[in-house]
């Protein structure tokens, strides 16, 4: 049997299940909402799947069925003969999955009768009135039940949706209709409602009929026999299990490290024995609760395919990451959501393929599904490059369903409002259809992740689309972690998050460097912010007390004194190992003591009075028995941003308003010459130096300084000249290849992390703009400025090369920050450079005078036509085909990088990676020249 | 406290700081001497730490700090009685414990209203015993209230 349809059966056959024991619950409490909502949801899922398999006569039923208790969801008054009729058409529902079981066919005839009823209840009327007489089993029905008149507006026009036809009311109308009446106006809407006829078999039947003799043909093919090699293991019994083998391996850990006291020992060999088998049950435990997320994908394929269809849209699904493995119990868990997830983004985030052609975007909708493990967490991300939300339509659907009042909303961002979305019955789309829309959605959704300890979130820019990103935490699972050792404190970090281990040492190249009081640690050229662990753990340091100090002050300046103690404070006190930690794009270290070994933990969940604590995800026991809390990089990556700058929490939301998304950049703070900040991006700087005033040279009516073996120019920010008369000067050094020049600054303030909305209207040589960071005007110096000061012939010498001819670039970046940025820096590498702020721009550009340019660089994201698009449409032309296009993105990931070769781009670089970018161009066009 | 209480209940008492306490005894699992608790960083002031009782992971509360005392100059014997609640492991750390007491039911009241609000929050009445008084514990406020005040 398809397995589709197999899962489908046992899984309806167990909300049918649930569904009658809930009813006759909610028949004699009928106020209860909990129970309503509960049956609602499960004869939603049973209609929703139904759809998807191509069965019309069990999704008719329920529909029907889902309509009136809609209603009394909606607050109608329950009648027995309601009830009664339910469980009717859910008897009816059983009699068709049993043929269904037996012959996989939907069998013949038609519930028609049933289905009338049920609408006759939903329209508010009894069945006595409507004048139709109860079915078999109904007899139960009291003919007394009372009239109900009071017609709820919202399912007039769901009943008037369902049976839309051309030439009929259109739902827009009576949306006007519904909008423009506020207030319980129902008898405007009623009459129209009641007026149109109700033949909705018929109208749902024509429609799925092909479909499902498609699919079922090609069920039948496959073998019914056979049945899957396993059995079914309550979880709580697999949990009891784990939980022994824990306690085995504690006990085994404890008799190992007594056997390593003792030198010859009897035990050792069936030690070594009980070991090894210990290992293999753990092992094996472990895997009976682990499954790959791929499991719960493999119904999306087909899902989509038949959305596709259905809502005449072309869907592409892509996966990322179907081999993450998650807790069995966690999966099934977030299977439903899922599933309905990416249902919704396909019904409601994708536009049609018109409206999509229309937008400039290209004819085929993508949604993107990807899982990946975060830290003690798994990331799910379903991604469409749809519409993105309506802020409007969910303003007023929040207003309209009581959530918040005008001036609330006013107050909140974009984002704020989107995750409205989440709130019980809310759903904006127009047209109920029988694929989502009902409200029950994504309420569902947030629910059942909630019950799992995770959460979910929304990120939707208009034009470009939505992204829902559910985070589930690892409640129990083994993982391997880093023992690092604080005083006397123990502490374990996922080693998924480490990424390296470096020692740092006063006298070694990794010296721990303070920027005010922000301690930073150069690696590889770049600076990565440190954080100690016991600062962020807020632990009593036990500072080691300072010797030598003041040993030989007398002979040195004050100046210098000063200096050196502090320096002697920070090596001592600055000794230590820093964990190089990576959470999605943040990079920072932790400064701990100590490192011992790494090991395999099993991650325990916090008990709930340390849950409020984001620091750690869980505790372990260790092999010694003491019990040592897991740090959660994700909470520590989000305390630390917070510690840089908790202002900018604020200001980046308001940003976001401004339909940028999450674009961040780390900025060098600095002063020099005014007392207002500069900054300039982190990424350019290559290191940061402190200079003896002293060792400073003029030459030539310039300063220069030995550094490196070489004479480095320093220049002063534009007009300002002034600097110590004597001690140290901070320096920032720019380095190009093996060239670098110094600017000469009067303080570092700090690094923070922000997102840019710089603006260009200063017109003054060397700044590129200035833009409001932590509330503060600041000043975003043009690096691009200075280099060709610091080296006459910074333009030049390239040009000088064999065989140079400048070539002519064209870059494309909707960010006038990027273009700004980069113009300086490859017009510095020998191109000549054209901009553009769109593919469509650049397009022109590229067909208006074809062989003006030699090579295209292009951003990813950008709106109206990303990266991707334009690539392909370049590669489309044959007057472009052969145009080397490079991609800059400030998301790298293997998945992009695939993407972008498959659609044309010859390299893909790192938004910040200058060099990248340089090397990437120069060796793009010498394989263009040698192909030529 | 109902009606049922009509008939007598068996309790467990407790010492903190001198004064008696009890605990119904069918809340308690058992009684031990903790070893090795680890301190959790950031946690509630109430929050001792966490150690490992035979595989389990259990929460330990330090009672004086719960009921605003200063801490205990002896730390050398110290004593923790464990409960379960909601499916965690929990251990109330305290001075000693005593014998296992059925009382009867004429002989409780309700908290004084004098008594301090930091202990009329944990505590679900008083016993008067012929030669001193005991103090009810209710679990479920002893527990409850930290996770309000951390949440």
Same mark, same amino acid.
């Given at each position: 049997?398809?397995?589709?349809?197999?899962?489908?059966?046992?899984?309806?056959?167990?909300?049918?299940?649930?569904?009658?024991?809930?009813?006759?619950?909610?028949?004699?409490?009928?106020?209860?909402?909990?129970?309503?909502?509960?049956?609602?949801?499960?004869?939603?899922?049973?209609?929703?799947?139904?759809?998807?398999?191509?069965?019309?006569?069990?999704?008719? @039923?329920?529909?029907?069925?889902?309509?009136? *208790?809609?209603?009394?969801?909606?607050?109608?008054?329950?009648?027995?003969?309601?009830?009664?009729?339910?469980?009717?058409?859910?008897?009816?529902?059983?009699?068709?999955?049993?043929?269904?079981?037996?012959?996989?066919?939907?069998?013949?005839?038609?519930?028609?009768?049933?289905?009338?009823?049920?609408?006759?209840?939903?329209?508010?009327?009894?069945?006595?009135?409507?004048?139709?007489?109860?079915?078999?089993?109904?007899?139960?029905?009291?003919?007394?039940?009372?009239?109900?008149?009071?017609?709820?507006?919202?399912? $007039?026009?769901?009943?008037?949706?369902?049976?839309?036809?051309?030439?009929?009311?259109?739902?827009?109308? #009576?949306?006007?209709?519904?909008?423009?009446?506020?207030?319980?106006?129902?008898?405007?809407?009623?009459?129209?409602?009641?007026?149109?006829?109700?033949?909705?078999?018929?109208? $749902?039947?024509?429609?799925?009929?092909? %479909?499902?003799?498609?699919?079922?043909?090609?069920?039948?093919?496959?073998?019914?026999?056979?049945?899957?090699?396993?059995?079914?293991?309550?979880?709580?019994?697999?949990?009891?299990?784990?939980?022994?083998?824990?306690?085995?391996?504690?006990?085994?850990?404890?008799?190992?490290?007594?056997?390593?006291?003792?030198?010859?020992?009897?035990?050792?060999?069936?030690?070594?024995?009980?070991?090894?088998?210990?290992?293999?049950?753990?092992?094996?435990?472990?895997?009976?609760?682990?499954?790959?997320?791929?499991?719960?994908?493999?119904?999306?394929?087909?899902?989509?395919?038949?959305?596709?269809?259905?809502?005449?849209?072309?869907?592409?699904?892509?996966?990322?990451?179907?081999?993450?493995?998650?807790?069995?119990?966690?999966?099934?868990?977030?299977?439903?959501?899922?599933?309905?997830?990416?249902?919704?983004?396909?019904?409601?985030?994708?536009?049609?393929?018109?409206?999509?052609?229309?937008?400039?975007?290209?004819?085929?909708?993508?949604?993107?599904?990807?899982?990946?493990?975060?830290?003690?967490?798994?990331?799910?991300?379903?991604?469409?490059?749809? %519409?993105?939300?309506?802020?409007?339509?969910?303003?007023?659907?929040?207003?309209?369903?009581? #959530?918040?009042?005008?001036?609330?909303? $006013? %107050?909140?961002?974009?984002?704020?409002?989107?995750?409205?979305?989440?709130?019980?019955?809310?759903?904006?789309?127009?047209?109920?259809?029988?694929?989502?829309?009902?409200?029950?959605?994504?309420?569902? +959704?947030?629910?059942?992740?909630?019950?799992?300890?995770?959460?979910?979130?929304?990120?939707?820019?208009?034009?470009?689309?939505?992204?829902?990103?559910?985070?589930?935490?690892?409640?129990?699972?083994?993982?391997?972690?880093?023992?690092?050792?604080?005083?006397?404190?123990?502490?374990?970090?996922?080693?998924? $998050?480490?990424?390296?281990?470096?020692?740092?040492?006063?006298?070694?190249?990794?010296?721990?460097?303070?920027?005010?009081?922000?301690? +930073?640690?150069?690696?590889?050229?770049?600076?990565?912010?440190? +954080?100690?662990?016991?600062?962020? @753990?807020?632990?009593?340091?036990?500072?080691?007390?300072?010797?030598?100090?003041?040993?030989?002050?007398?002979?040195?300046?004050?100046?210098?004194?000063?200096?050196?103690?502090?320096?002697?404070?920070?090596?001592?006190?600055?000794?230590?190992?820093?964990?190089?930690?990576?959470?999605?794009?943040?990079?920072?270290?932790?400064?701990?003591?100590?490192?011992?070994?790494?090991?395999?933990?099993?991650?325990?969940?916090?008990?709930?009075?340390?849950?409020?604590?984001?620091?750690?995800?869980?505790?372990?026991?260790?092999?010694?028995?003491?019990?040592?809390?897991?740090?959660?990089?994700?909470?520590?990556?989000?305390?630390?941003?917070?510690?840089?700058?908790?202002?900018?929490?604020?200001?980046?939301?308001?940003? &976001?308003?401004?339909?940028?998304?999450?674009?961040?950049?780390?900025?060098?703070?600095?002063?020099?010459?005014?007392?207002?900040?500069?900054?300039?991006?982190?990424?350019?700087?290559?290191?940061?130096?402190?200079?003896?005033?002293?060792?400073?040279?003029?030459?030539?009516?310039?300063?220069?300084?030995?550094?490196?073996?070489?004479?480095?120019?320093?220049?002063? +920010?534009?007009?300002?000249?002034?600097?110590?008369?004597?001690?140290?000067?901070?320096?920032?050094?720019?380095?190009?290849?093996?060239?670098?020049?110094?600017?000469?600054?009067?303080?570092?303030?700090?690094?923070?992390?922000?997102?840019? &909305?710089?603006?260009?209207?200063?017109?003054?040589?060397?700044?590129?703009?200035?833009?409001?960071?932590?509330?503060?005007?600041?000043?975003?110096?043009?690096?691009?400025?200075?280099?060709?000061?610091?080296?006459?012939?910074?333009?030049?010498?390239?040009?000088?090369?064999?065989?140079?001819?400048?070539?002519?670039?064209?870059?494309?970046?909707?960010?006038?920050?990027?273009?700004?940025?980069?113009?300086?820096?490859?017009?510095?590498?020998?191109?000549?450079?054209?901009?553009?702020?769109?593919?469509?721009?650049?397009?022109?550009?590229?067909?208006?005078?074809?062989?003006?340019?030699?090579?295209?660089?292009?951003?990813?994201?950008?709106?109206?036509?990303?990266?991707?698009?334009?690539?392909?449409?370049?590669?489309?032309?044959?007057?472009?085909?052969?145009?080397?296009?490079?991609?800059?993105?400030?998301?790298?990931?293997?998945?992009?990088?695939?993407?972008?070769?498959?659609?044309?781009?010859?390299?893909?670089?790192?938004?910040?990676?200058?060099?990248?970018?340089?090397?990437?161009?120069?060796?793009?066009?010498?394989?263009?020249?040698?192909?030529? | *406290?109902?009606?049922?209480?009509?008939?007598?209940?068996?309790?467990?008492?407790?010492?903190?700081?001198?004064?008696?306490?009890?605990?119904?005894?069918?809340?308690?699992?058992?009684?031990?001497?903790?070893?090795?608790?680890?301190?959790?960083?950031?946690?509630?002031?109430?929050?001792?730490?966490?150690?490992?009782?035979?595989?389990?992971?259990?929460?330990?509360?330090?009672?004086?700090?719960?009921?605003?005392?200063?801490?205990?100059?002896?730390?050398?014997?110290?004593?923790?009685?464990?409960?379960?609640?909601?499916?965690?492991?929990?251990?109330?750390?305290?001075?000693?414990?005593?014998?296992?007491?059925?009382?009867?039911?004429?002989?409780?009241?309700?908290?004084?209203?004098?008594?301090?609000?930091?202990?009329?929050?944990?505590?679900?009445?008083?016993?008067? @015993?012929?030669?001193? #008084?005991?103090?009810?514990?209710?679990?479920?406020?002893?527990?409850?209230?930290?996770?309000?005040?951390?949440?």
């Amino acid at each position: 049997m398809d397995d589709l349809l197999s899962e489908f059966l046992t899984e309806t056959v167990e909300s049918l299940d649930v569904v009658d024991v809930e009813l006759v619950k909610f028949e004699k409490d009928p106020n209860n909402q909990d129970i309503l909502g509960n049956i609602f949801r499960l004869v939603h899922t049973i209609k929703g799947t139904c759809g998807f398999l191509g069965l019309p006569r069990l999704e008719a @039923l329920a529909h029907a069925a889902e309509t009136l *208790m809609g209603k009394y969801r909606d607050g109608a008054e329950v009648t027995t003969e309601g009830v009664s009729l339910i469980l009717i058409s859910l008897d009816c529902i059983k009699d068709i999955l049993a043929e269904l079981s037996e012959n996989e066919v939907e069998p013949e005839g038609d519930d028609e009768q049933v289905i009338a009823q049920l609408h006759t209840l939903s329209e508010g009327k009894t069945l006595a009135e409507a004048g139709q007489v109860p079915t078999s089993g109904a007899s139960k029905v009291e003919a007394s039940a009372p009239s109900e008149n009071a017609s709820d507006d919202t399912a $007039a026009i769901k009943i008037v949706e369902r049976e839309l036809k051309p030439g009929e009311v259109t739902l827009d109308d #009576l949306e006007a209709a519904f909008l423009s009446a506020p207030g319980p106006d129902e008898v405007d809407e009623a009459p129209k409602a009641e007026a149109a006829p109700a033949p909705t078999v018929d109208a $749902a039947k024509p429609a799925a009929a092909p %479909k499902a003799a498609a699919g079922e043909e090609g069920s039948q093919k496959r073998d019914k026999a056979l049945q899957p090699q396993s059995i079914r293991v309550n979880v709580d019994t697999l949990e009891t299990l784990m939980t022994m083998v824990s306690e085995l391996v504690l006990t085994r850990n404890q008799l190992l490290e007594i056997l390593r006291r003792q030198d010859d020992s009897d035990f050792k060999v069936p030690l070594q024995r009980l070991s090894n088998v210990t290992a293999e049950l753990q092992e094996g435990v472990m895997k009976t609760r682990m499954q790959a997320i791929g499991n719960a994908w493999q119904k999306l394929p087909r899902i989509i395919r038949d959305l596709s269809n259905d809502l005449d849209k072309k869907i592409d699904l892509e996966m990322v990451g179907a081999e993450t493995e998650l807790d069995r119990q966690v999966l099934e868990m977030i299977k439903d959501p899922l599933t309905h997830m990416v249902r919704n983004s396909a019904d409601h985030g994708l536009e049609t393929t018109a409206e999509r052609i229309k937008a400039g975007k290209s004819e085929v909708g993508k949604i993107k599904l990807s899982a990946y493990h975060e830290g003690g967490h798994i990331i799910i991300e379903i991604a469409d490059d749809g %519409k993105g939300l309506n802020t409007a339509k969910i303003s007023e659907k929040i207003i309209a369903n009581g #959530l918040a009042s005008e001036d609330e909303l $006013a %107050k909140m961002t974009e984002n704020q409002i989107h995750k409205h979305v989440f709130a019980a019955g809310f759903s904006t789309a127009d047209v109920v259809t029988s694929v989502s829309g009902r409200g029950v959605g994504m309420d569902v +959704v947030r629910t059942n992740i909630e019950v799992i300890g995770g959460n979910v979130d929304l990120v939707s820019v208009t034009g470009k689309g939505s992204t829902f990103k559910i985070k589930i935490p690892l409640t129990l699972a083994i993982v391997s972690a880093l023992i690092v050792g604080v005083d006397e404190h123990r502490y374990a970090i996922p080693q998924l $998050a480490v990424v390296e281990l470096v020692r740092a040492h006063g006298d070694s190249e990794h010296r721990i460097e303070k920027i005010n009081n922000s301690r +930073v640690l150069r690696l590889r050229n770049k600076l990565l912010p440190l +954080v100690r662990l016991n600062d962020i @753990l807020d632990l009593p340091h036990n500072p080691i007390t300072i010797e030598n100090e003041g040993g030989n002050e007398t002979q040195i300046s004050e100046d210098e004194a000063e200096a050196k103690t502090s320096d002697v404070k920070d090596d001592i006190e600055e000794n230590g190992f820093i964990v190089v930690i990576q959470v999605g794009p943040q990079t920072f270290g932790i400064v701990v003591d100590r490192v011992f070994d790494t090991e395999e933990i099993v991650v325990k969940p916090k008990s709930s009075l340390l849950r409020s604590i984001e620091m750690f995800s869980g505790n372990t026991i260790l092999g010694d028995g003491s019990v040592i809390m897991i740090i959660d990089p994700n909470g520590m990556a989000n305390q630390i941003s917070n510690d840089m700058g908790s202002t900018e929490i604020e200001e980046v939301s308001n940003e &976001e308003k401004g339909n940028r998304s999450g674009k961040t950049t780390s900025l060098l703070m600095f002063k020099a010459g005014s007392d207002e900040p500069k900054a300039v991006p982190l990424s350019l700087v290559t290191r940061l130096e402190e200079i003896k005033i002293s060792d400073i040279e003029p030459s030539a009516g310039r300063d220069l300084v030995q550094y490196r073996g070489q004479l480095m120019p320093l220049l002063y +920010v534009e007009g300002h000249r002034e600097m110590n008369e004597s001690g140290r000067q901070p320096v920032l050094v720019f380095s190009d290849d093996d060239r670098s020049m110094g600017l000469v600054v009067d303080e570092i303030l700090d690094i923070i992390e922000t997102q840019l &909305e710089i603006e260009i209207n200063v017109p003054q040589p060397g700044i590129l703009g200035s833009a409001l960071i932590r509330g503060q005007a600041t000043e975003i110096m043009d690096v691009g400025y200075y280099l060709p000061q610091a080296f006459d012939d910074w333009f030049e010498r390239r040009e000088l090369g064999e065989s140079y001819k400048q070539k002519r670039l064209l870059l494309v970046d909707d960010s006038a920050f990027f273009r700004n940025m980069l113009s300086p820096v490859l017009s510095a590498a020998g191109y000549e450079v054209k901009t553009a702020v769109d593919p469509i721009e650049a397009l022109k550009l590229l067909r208006d005078e074809p062989g003006r340019f030699d090579i295209v660089v292009s951003d990813i994201e950008m709106p109206n036509m990303d990266g991707f698009m334009f690539a392909e449409t370049m590669n489309k032309d044959k007057d472009l085909r052969d145009l080397p296009i490079v991609a800059l993105s400030s998301h790298i990931s293997p998945g992009a990088i695939e993407r972008g070769r498959e659609v044309g781009f010859y390299d893909y670089v790192a938004k910040f990676d200058r060099e990248g970018l340089v090397t990437a161009l120069k060796e793009t066009l010498e394989t263009e020249g040698e192909a030529a | *406290m109902s009606s049922e209480n009509e008939i007598a209940q068996e309790y467990i008492t407790l010492v903190i700081a001198n004064q008696l306490f009890g605990l119904p005894i069918l809340e308690v699992q058992d009684v031990f001497m903790p070893e090795k608790i680890t301190s959790v960083p950031l946690s509630a002031a109430e929050i001792e730490g966490v150690l490992n009782l035979r595989g389990r992971i259990v929460t330990a509360i330090n009672m004086r700090r719960r009921l605003g005392l200063d801490d205990s100059k002896n730390t050398d014997e110290i004593m923790a009685v464990g409960i379960e609640y909601n499916d965690e492991s929990y251990g109330l750390i305290i001075d000693d414990v005593g014998e296992v007491l059925k009382l009867e039911k004429d002989n409780f009241e309700s908290n004084p209203t004098n008594l301090d609000p930091k202990w009329a929050q944990v505590s679900a009445g008083v016993y008067r @015993l012929e030669k001193e #008084l005991l103090v009810i514990l209710d679990v479920n406020k002893v527990l409850n209230i930290i996770e309000l005040q951390a949440a």
